[in-house]
């Protein structure tokens, strides 16, 4: 039996006392004060990077979730700006009122991303610089989804350069693929695993989902707050997330501290709303989500360069990376 099994039997067999609860909460804060942040490569997704906490200091944390909800981060520590915090649980009941696309047997549910990111290369002259790219794909998504997804991924086109190292490092052949990948594989297992979010087991309950979101990102990111909200933003993005699932990660999103209104007109891919972002001073970035707040519609995330990086061309206020979606319910897939 593993340590986390053992914690969860714990749980469920015996309810902390006040006095164990105030120990708990002890340790969590130590553990969160004795992390370490360094500012990690730049790179495109960051999903793996380990950062800010060390590893007794995760050990901690992931005991103080584990062992009572009581003594998880979601709650008791604040939440999100007033505004912020209204916007998004407007946005939630609107999308708690919407039906999700009905798919027939026959048919699939259309996903198009449309994304930017921020990569960084070297020149044939060993010259080190960051560009931008524009990936665009399209995901067809079967009624049944443990039968085959088909994806369709288009070549990335070179979105922007910074300057004559970013320039030179383009030149060297950065972006070369000019063919059109289609891949097939069931249960969305395009590369062995699962490459999309997967819903099933996620608790519909706010304060329970960020608590397991906090449990299941630990060790993670910059911060357990900041992390929790990228969780939400990539798992939004994959446009697999039900409408009730999608609610409740809207109210969890309301829930972290730090996150406020960042923009009240922002514009993503062609499309008006609001942005809800948090500031993460160790890595010096800003994530956000755009929602459209009368519909409660994601509009798309993105992330924001606000502290300069001495070793880099990209200006501050540059988005280094944004996604945008869109679905619709289709007969067929493409052939080839």
Request: glycine share 10%; aromatic share 8%; hydrophobic share 40%.
């Given at each position: 039996m593993d340590q986390l099994t053992l914690l969860r039997r714990v749980h469920e067999?015996?309810?902390?006392?006040?006095?164990?609860?105030?120990?708990?909460r002890a340790a969590l804060f130590a553990a969160i004060e004795s992390g370490t942040s360094s500012r990690p490569p730049r790179v495109a997704r960051r999903r793996v990077r380990i950062a800010g906490l060390g590893a007794l200091a995760a050990g901690a944390l992931t005991v103080a979730l584990v062992l009572s909800?009581?003594?998880?981060?979601?709650?008791?520590?604040?939440?999100?700006?007033?505004?912020?915090?209204?916007?998004?649980?407007?946005?939630?009941?609107?999308?708690?009122?919407?039906?999700d696309p009905v798919v027939g047997a026959a048919q699939f549910l259309r996903v198009d991303t449309t994304s930017v990111g921020?990569?960084?290369?070297?020149?044939?002259?060993?010259?080190?610089?960051?560009?931008?790219?524009?990936?665009?794909?399209?995901?067809?998504?079967?009624?049944?989804?443990?039968?085959?997804?088909?994806?369709?991924?288009?070549?990335?086109?070179?979105e922007a350069t910074f300057g004559p190292r970013s320039e030179a490092v383009v030149a060297n052949g950065a972006l070369t693929s000019t063919s059109v990948e289609v891949l097939r594989a069931k249960n969305a297992q395009f590369y062995g695993s699962r490459n999309t979010f997967e819903p099933d087991g996620w608790p519909r309950d706010p304060y329970l989902l960020l608590n397991r979101i906090y449990l299941s990102t630990v060790g993670t990111g910059p911060s357990p707050d900041g992390e929790a909200l990228v969780f939400i933003a990539d798992a939004l993005r994959d446009g697999t997330v039900p409408a009730d699932l999608r609610s409740a990660m809207l109210k969890a999103a309301a829930m972290i501290p730090g996150v406020t209104i960042t923009d009240d007109e922002a514009t993503l891919n062609g499309q008006l709303g609001v942005a809800i972002g948090r500031f993460?001073?160790?890595?010096?970035?800003?994530q956000e989500v755009i929602v459209d707040p009368g519909t409660g519609l994601l509009i798309g995330e993105r992330?924001?360069?606000?502290?300069?990086?001495?070793?880099?061309?990209i200006p501050v206020g540059t988005v280094l990376r944004w996604s945008s979606i869109s679905t619709e319910v289709v007969d067929e897939v493409p052939a080839g």
């Open positions: 067999e015996s309810r902390p006392s006040v006095a164990a609860i105030n120990e708990g909800n009581v003594v998880g981060l979601a709650g008791w520590r604040g939440s999100a700006d007033a505004a912020a915090a209204a916007v998004l649980t407007d946005a939630a009941h609107a999308v708690a009122q919407t039906a921020t990569a960084f290369g070297e020149s044939v002259d060993r010259v080190e610089g960051d560009y931008q790219y524009r990936d665009h794909g399209t995901l067809y998504i079967p009624a049944d989804q443990s039968d085959e997804w088909t994806w369709v991924r288009y070549p990335s086109s070179l993460e001073d160790g890595w010096g970035t800003r992330e924001v360069l606000v502290t300069a990086d001495p070793g880099s061309e």
